[in-house]
């Protein structure tokens, strides 16, 4: 039987409206306002597929739509038309309940900035979307401890995330998107902000947990280099896969 991709976009439309005003002048000398509404295409016909235990690499030139994807695929953004499939599922509700249920449940996000509260633990950070998701705090503690493990960090789950360096900041990130065993994980730029060694060893650490979770992952970079280490590239240009 043929596998079916975790991540599916589907034809996937994005526009934004731009409103502007010119002035006009007739004849008589009278100036008037007139307003105007033009819509701005950001994303065309957008498909692509990411399929268990693979870490797909997003490329292109600034502005061509990445980011713009990926809040799309992890529910954060709206879509002109087009479909999104998650894990099977086709998404069609607009409840913001049951979008922020279904990204709990599904996807796991690293952003370029870590975005980690410095007034809790490590293990704190790392346990927050299930905290979030009301679970016991006790047991919230001992899965972040699991997730930590994965990233090689256990031994700093006390700590404060001021005192850890960059890398194991991002490392930290990882294991936060993954405490929740999500099918996806959305990645952008992960390793934007660190120093090439460290960057590889983070790229290597994501792609090393995707394949043993059996995690779909989209990542976007500017990296070449390890875009090339990816299972899959997809370029973007204008808001085009090509």
Same mark, same amino acid.
């Given at each position: 039987m043929a596998m079916l991709p975790l991540l599916e976009l589907k034809n996937i439309n994005k526009s934004f409206l731009v409103k502007s005003s010119e002035n006009i002048l007739f004849d008589s000398g009278k100036v008037s306002?007139?307003?105007?509404?033009?819509? /701005?295409? #950001?994303?065309?016909?957008?498909?692509?597929? /990411?399929?268990?235990?693979?870490?797909?690499?997003? #490329?292109?030139?600034s502005g061509s739509g990445k980011t713009t994807i990926l809040q799309i695929a992890g529910l954060l953004d709206n879509y002109d038309s087009g479909d999104i499939i998650i894990n099977k599922q086709k998404i069609t509700s607009n409840n913001d309940d049951v979008i922020t249920r279904l990204r709990l449940q599904n996807i796991g996000f690293i952003y370029q900035f870590h975005h980690l509260l410095p007034e809790f633990s490590v293990a704190e950070n790392v346990a927050m979307p299930l905290l979030i998701s009301k679970a016991n705090y006790n047991d919230a503690i001992k899965y972040a401890k699991s997730a930590l493990a994965m990233v090689e960090l256990e031994k700093y789950?006390?700590?404060?995330?001021?005192? $850890?360096?960059?890398?194991?900041?991002?490392?930290?990130?990882?294991?936060?998107?993954?405490?929740?065993?999500?099918? /996806?994980?959305?990645?952008?730029?992960?390793?934007?902000?660190?120093?090439?060694?460290?960057?590889?060893? /983070?790229?290597?650490?994501?792609?090393?947990?995707?394949?043993?979770?059996? #995690?779909?992952?989209?990542?976007?970079?500017?990296? $070449?280099?390890l875009a090339n280490n990816a299972d899959r590239i997809i370029k973007i240009k204008d808001g085009i896969i090509i």
């Open positions: 306002s007139r307003r105007s509404e033009v819509r /701005i295409p #950001i994303l065309k016909d957008v498909n692509l597929e /990411i399929y268990e235990s693979e870490l797909v690499t997003l #490329i292109g030139p789950a006390n700590y404060k995330t001021s005192q $850890l360096s960059g890398g194991q900041q991002q490392r930290v990130a990882i294991a936060r998107a993954i405490i929740n065993n999500p099918k /996806i994980i959305l990645a952008d730029e992960p390793t934007g902000n660190l120093d090439s060694i460290i960057a590889n060893n /983070i790229f290597n650490l994501l792609h090393s947990i995707t394949r043993d979770k059996k #995690i779909a992952c989209l990542m976007v970079t500017h990296n $070449l280099e």
